[in-house]
């Protein structure tokens, strides 16, 4: 008779685990070394980080540029220059919400459909469902409404239709945000032809945080359009910008020292990181 081979103990499941059981990699040694902070490092991270929190609730009440721009959109076409966090919108939500109490409609323009999605929640909550619509590549909800949220391509998209069809577009206020995309080298054509094709009638409010020669930008708007334009420009950042450096072993260290200039402390990170890569090769 065959001589019958002797079965083996346990599944091939259970030989898995026993065999990851004695087999596991050792635990890896640390990466890296926490450097010891000294006492003055550690004083600049306290000023860094001092006052950072909620801040304590007031009573709002607006700016003078805010004021300066919401009084001039009225009669003229206006070009707001101010720093992330300023209050741009709100100028803009002031005057939507004049119109809409005079039964006249606007239109807000953004160039990203993340911040047309946040605004269309943000004006929804704040003039009621049935007044806001929004108008993108792939939303279409209310497009009857008295104030459309849509990318400015859309917008663009409905001058050239108006142009072609002879009809006339049905808005008397266009918000043109984050109007800076207009030095893009690929969209900006977008935002141009907006601007040259909107008519005269519409007055235009164009809010963006970074554009430069803003003098020079309504100059030129004035001239392809024919209207007077205002240029508003804020004071400084309402929320102060700090800047650090997060180690490998997260500890936090100023960019900047306390003389303005940068931070000597942090050349010891570029070395160490220089001596690992000779390491590597």
């Excluded at 323009?109 to 004006?123: D, G, I, Q, V, W």
């Excluded at 977008?190 to 009638?201: D, G, T």
């Excluded at 020079?216 to 240029?231: L, N, P, Q, Y």
Aim: proline share 5%; hydrophobic share 35%.
């Amino acid at each position: 008779m065959p001589k019958k081979t002797p079965r083996r103990s346990g599944s091939s499941s259970n030989r898995r685990r026993s065999s990851e059981r004695y087999n596991k990699r050792p635990i890896a040694r640390e990466s890296s070394r926490v450097i010891e902070q000294t006492p003055s490092q550690l004083r600049a991270v306290e000023r860094l980080l001092s006052g950072i929190g909620v801040p304590e609730s007031r009573p709002f009440e607006a700016d003078k540029f805010q004021l300066e721009a919401l009084a001039a959109v009225e009669t003229q076409d206006v070009l707001v220059t101010a720093p992330t966090g300023s209050g741009k919108t709100w100028i803009a939500r002031e005057e939507i919400r004049r119109l809409l109490a005079a039964g006249k409609r606007a239109w807000y323009t953004t160039p990203l459909k993340a911040l047309t999605n946040s605004k269309y929640a943000e004006f929804k909550a704040e003039f009621g469902d049935e007044s806001v619509g929004i108008l993108t590549g792939d939303r279409k909800e209310n497009r009857d409404a008295p104030l459309i949220v849509g990318t400015t391509e859309v917008y663009r998209n409905q001058l050239f239709d108006a142009m072609r069809e002879g009809f006339d577009i049905a808005t008397d206020f266009v918000i043109l945000d984050e109007a800076h995309y207009l030095a893009d080298e690929d969209r900006g054509h977008v935002w141009e032809e907006a601007i040259i094709l909107s008519p005269k009638r519409i007055r235009l409010l164009l809010l963006s945080a970074t554009i430069g020669r803003a003098d020079e930008f309504a100059d030129w708007i004035a001239e392809v359009r024919g209207t007077s334009v205002r240029v508003i420009t804020a004071g400084p950042r309402p929320v102060e910008l700090r800047a650090a450096y997060l180690s490998n072993e997260l500890q936090l260290f100023p960019l900047f020292g306390s003389d303005g200039g940068f931070n000597r402390g942090l050349e010891r990170f570029e070395r160490r990181r220089n001596e690992g890569f000779r390491r590597r090769r």
